[in-house]
């Protein structure tokens, strides 16, 4: 709770704000990831990130100068700054087994804290975040999912005496979302198709990835897809709210080309277990957006590729976010 305190704190009260203006309204979010919905318990197993979005323009001086470095980064349109916390955790099919599965994945946990920069304009999105934390034991994941299973009876992990040593963990990921072409409007329902693309550098993850979502519904310029937590097609944080109520239904698929994964290819600086990964990875998702007056209610359920040589198939879960405006 301090630490949160301290970055509402710095994000209201800190030094050199950009000039302020427009929406003067917060975006508070919640996500939830799990394989418990897609009827498994391994490989990404479960993740979860709470995020606190900026006021329109109330943005350090700072943030702006950083971003502005950044190829590609449009820093002249409206601008908000998020905050995030997060913990992610994953694991090998088999959690009864104590002993090293030499060929499934290692346990490992991500627990960080996110800043991120969000440009929005007309017809597109900017994306700029830097998420910093530790993989191994100190990042807590053995506690939580053991917590986790033991609150609701589900079989009880056995192996994280095998997870990744700990390591400091930094990752930047910059992402840029069309809203290119609108394909039909009747009354008040349309469809439109965002393409994506997006990269990522650090020795947690190093990857470029390119995707599109179709989405149907009432509502589509409320945002640019929910958001989730990554690896992932991107969404977003931001929202807006357009009336009492809208809706949409989505689909999307996005390829990534991955030249390092830390929970495939292990530790960084120490020996540790790793498996052979693949550098092509694809993600398939579908689900539904609902916006109640300030709130976006969204559910997503994905099918991820296998990941590794040999893994006996693909990954499959599911993605619940709550989104608030104060």
């Known amino acids: 709770m301090l630490l949160v305190s301290a970055v509402l704190t710095t994000a209201s009260t800190g030094p050199a704000l950009a000039e302020h203006g ?9 996500q939830f ?12 197993s479960h993740g979860t990130r709470i995020a606190w979005m900026s006021p329109e323009n109330h943005v350090p001086e700072w943030a702006i100068r950083f971003a502005d470095w950044v190829p590609r980064f449009d820093v002249a349109r409206s601008k908000r700054i998020v905050y995030s916390l997060g913990q992610s955790m994953f694991t090998p099919n088999d959690l009864e087994r104590s002993d090293l599965i030499v060929g499934d994945r290692p346990y490992a946990g991500w627990l960080y804290g996110g800043l991120g920069l969000v440009s929005v304009g007309d017809h597109s999105l900017d994306n700029l975040e830097i998420n910093v934390g530790v993989i191994g034991p100190a990042s807590f994941a053995e506690q939580t999912q053991k917590a986790w299973h033991e609150l609701f009876d589900f079989r009880r992990p056995e192996g994280w005496d095998n997870q990744l040593h700990n390591e400091p963990g930094i990752q930047f990921n910059f992402e840029r979302k069309w809203r290119a072409w609108e394909t039909f409007s009747v009354d008040r329902i349309g ?3 965002t393409p994506h693309m997006g990269i990522g550098l650090g020795n947690v993850l190093t990857q470029g990835a390119v995707g599109v979502t179709l989405r149907l519904g009432e509502g589509l310029p409320n ?31 996005e390829g990534r080309a991955v030249a390092r994964n830390i929970f495939l290819d292990g530790n960084t600086f120490r020996d540790s277990h790793s498996v052979d990964k693949k550098n092509f990875v694809a993600d398939f998702q579908a689900g539904l957006v609902v916006f109640i007056g300030g709130a976006r209610i969204a559910y ?27």
Do not use: M
């Open 33 to 44: 990831e799990n394989d418990f919905f897609g009827g498994s318990d391994g490989q990404f």
């Open 191 to 193: 469809g439109d198709i």
């Open 300 to 326: 997503t359920h994905v099918l991820r590729t296998k990941e590794f040589d040999a893994q006996d198939k693909p990954g499959q879960f599911g993605a619940l976010s709550v989104s608030f405006r104060f």
């Open 223 to 253: 945002d640019y897809g929910p958001p989730r937590i990554r690896p992932s097609l991107p969404g977003s944080d931001y929202f807006v709210s357009r009336g009492n109520f809208g809706w949409y239904l989505f689909v999307g698929a």
């Open 22 to 30: 427009g929406d003067d309204t917060s975006i508070l979010t919640f």
